[in-house]
Every structure is written in structure tokens, then in C-alpha cells.
């Protein structure tokens, strides 16, 4: 089974600066996705963004890019240029490729503070 | 375009009890998954709808059943409510055949159970 680990239960950033969300993955498979998804207190899980493990090129959104390491697997989020609006819960998860029935297996997040 | 609906927003029920948990899919999705989210942690999969039929299930007990209807639309029923069943629970839709089935998530139903 694949698990997921987040190890900084909560990062403080300031605006305009930048900050690096950590995640770590376990899986025997060697095809599969990578998503970081964001949480406001709102609720709505949005995805921020997701890396194929095929490919070496880093996925990148505007401001938040990925440091994808398949051989040490880890799967780390770096959102620069912070704004107060990025406040919010975030999760790492990992999905499973050689399946037609995609599911999730998610990390238990990390808590992100803007501060002005 | 509607995205993922889910009804009701919060719901207070005592233990053992019985709660039905409803989710409309995003307009041309026809793959939906239920997901638990207790405080504090990270989603954990419950099962997943496909064609009106339960795909694949997570870890969860047979008091969690579900149901998916001719347009997609889906159901969680929970049976015997226990305190540890008090959680956010989110809906999240797919189209199967997509490239790399990006889930859409709704904005969750939040039941306590007292």
C-alpha cells in the first residue's frame, strides 16, 4: 500500500516571501501521479498542482512549482511570492497510474500562515 | 457549469443512528468517490461509483454503503453511527476516461454525531 507523509505540520510564511512545503512518498510502483491540493477554510479541496512520475521535468502553476525526486521519493511544493490569499490547509497525494479507478492517498497536510 | 454539489452542508446526528449523504457530480463526470476527512487529518478514501456499481472500497466497514443512480449522482449511507464517525465527508468527481482523471472535489457535508 502507498502512504504519504507530511512532516511539517504547519509553515509560517510572510508576504512576498517564499516557502517550501515537504512531502515524502512510499510506493513499489513505478507509474503514478503526484497532486498537491489546497484547503481553505472554506473547505473546497482545490488542486494546486500535479507532476506524472514519467516525466523529470518539475510541473510548474505561476508561482507554486514542484521539486519532484523520484529516486528519493519526495514530491516537495515551493509557492513563491506568498500572498494572504495561500493561507490555507495543504495535502499531498498520490495516485496510482496502472489503475483505471483512480483514487487518493492522501498526507495529513501541513497548515500554512501568511503573515502581512 | 456547476461544479461538484453536495447536500446537506452540516448534520448532527446521535449515535446509532442511520445519515444518507448526497453528491451531484460536475457537469460530464461519471465516476464519483466518497472520502472521509477526520479533524485534523488528511482525506481517507472510502469507495469509489463507476457505472452504478462500487469500483473499488478503502478500509472502511460494511456500516458504509453507497449508492450511484443513472445520472451519475451518488449517495453515502452510514449505519449505527458511532462518535468516531464525526468528520467532514467529501464527494469528488471524474470522468473515467480522461488522461490522468483529475478528481473534483465538492464542499463537503460536516456530520457530528453526538
Known amino acids: 500500500a502507498q502512504t504519504v507523509t507530511q512532516s511539517q505540520p504547519e509553515m509560517s510564511v510572510q508576504e512576498a516571501e517564499t516557502v517550501t512545503l515537504s512531502c515524502t512518498y512510499d510506493t513499489s510502483e513505478s507509474d503514478y501521479y503526484l497532486f498537491w491540493y489546497k484547503q481553505p477554510p472554506s473547505r473546497q479541496m482545490i488542486l494546486v498542482i500535479r507532476q506524472e512520475a514519467y516525466k523529470q521535468q518539475n510541473a510548474t502553476e505561476n508561482r507554486f512549482s514542484v521539486n519532484f525526486q523520484k529516486a528519493a521519493k519526495s514530491f516537495s511544493l515551493k509557492i513563491s511570492d506568498s500572498q494572504l490569499g495561500d493561507a490555507a490547509m495543504y495535502f499531498c497525494?498520490?495516485?496510482?497510474?496502472?489503475?483505471?479507478?483512480?483514487?487518493?492517498?492522501f498526507g495529513k497536510g501541513t497548515m500554512l500562515l501568511v503573515s502581512p | 457549469d456547476a461544479g461538484v454539489t453536495q447536500s446537506p452542508t452540516h448534520l448532527i446526528k446521535t449515535r446509532g443512528q442511520q445519515v444518507t449523504l448526497r453528491c451531484s457530480p460536475k457537469?460530464?463526470?461519471?465516476?464519483v468517490s466518497w472520502y472521509q476527512q477526520a479533524l485534523g487529518q488528511g482525506p481517507q478514501f472510502i469507495f469509489q461509483y463507476y457505472e452504478e456499481e462500487e469500483r473499488q472500497r478503502g478500509n472502511f466497514p460494511d456500516r458504509f454503503s453507497g449508492h450511484q443512480f443513472p445520472n451519475y449522482s451518488s449517495e453515502l449511507n452510514v449505519n449505527a453511527l458511532l462518535l468516531g464517525d464525526s468528520a467532514l465527508y467529501l464527494c469528488?468527481?471524474?470522468?473515467?476516461?480522461?488522461?490522468?482523471?483529475?478528481?473534483?472535489f465538492g464542499p463537503g457535508t460536516r456530520l457530528t454525531v453526538l
Open positions: 469528488a468527481s471524474s470522468f473515467r476516461s480522461a488522461s490522468y482523471n483529475e478528481q473534483f
Open positions: 497525494a498520490y495516485r496510482s497510474a496502472n489503475s483505471g479507478y483512480s483514487t487518493l492517498t
Open positions: 457537469s460530464g463526470h461519471d465516476t
